[in-house]
């Protein structure tokens, strides 16, 4: 059975993952600072309350992942894929999984 600081911990690497994936794009000059400042703003704000394992937050922040989903499979299906945008993809589809379930792990540890 998965504890919950294995959770939390699992939760936390893609987090990183993700926003590392975005940093390595605004490095090599593909989107500006102030894209990605907009961009990780409302994962931050949810990332403090998922942290604080609120089942509200991981149902609110599931819609806010569609909406990063949409955005960055137009950029993967819509023109030429780049590796990094490929990788961001599959990190949201991750994310989603993850925190989708979040609320049925966290009760079920509890």
Known sequence: ????????NLTHIIFLSLICTKLISVQQG???ITLF??????????????????IRAYQWFCFI??????????RV???????????ELLLICSLFTHIMFGPKTIKNMN
């Open 30 to 32: 593909r989107i500006e």
């Open 65 to 74: 992942l569609l909406i990063y989903f949409l955005s960055s499979s137009l």
């Open 77 to 87: 299906f819509g023109t030429n894929a780049y590796w990094l945008d490929i990788m």
């Open 1 to 8: 059975m998965l504890k919950i600081q294995n959770y939390k």
């Open 37 to 54: 400042l907009s961009w990780i703003a409302p994962l931050l704000f949810f990332y403090f309350y998922i942290n604080m394992l609120r």
